[in-house]
């Protein structure tokens, strides 16, 4: 990993530097997205994934946040929507 020295670094300097970084992950992340199949995880595996408690599931799904879909009595939530949500969430 690269080390930066901040003394004497303008704040604009390292805003931009930042921003760059932080753009540069959003395109690859966004890159991925389009490339992964949709598929559905249970409670158990989104709450992993997105390593959350089972109550911030259940209010996000409560807010609209994410969306939950029933099939017989199993809640499972897709990937894809969730990874876009998360990506639209820094727009």
């Known amino acids: 990993m690269k080390t ?3 003394i004497e670094t ?4 390292l805003v931009n ?3 760059e970084k932080i753009q540069r992950r959003l395109n690859e992340f966004e890159k991925n997205l ?4 949709d598929d559905f995880m ?3 595996e989104t709450i992993s994934f997105l390593k ?3 109550g911030c599931l259940h209010k996000w799904t409560q807010k609209g946040i994410v969306k939950k879909f ?3 009595n199993k809640v499972f939530y897709s990937r894809k929507q969730i990874m ?3 990506l639209n969430s820094n727009k």
């Open 4 to 6: 930066i020295n901040f």
């Open 52 to 54: 959350i408690s089972y």
């Open 70 to 72: 029933k099939i017989g």
């Open 34 to 37: 389009q490339k992964e199949p």
């Open 17 to 19: 530097l930042i921003d």
């Open 10 to 13: 303008e704040t604009e300097t």
């Open 42 to 44: 249970p409670r158990d």
């Open 84 to 86: 876009e949500t998360l």
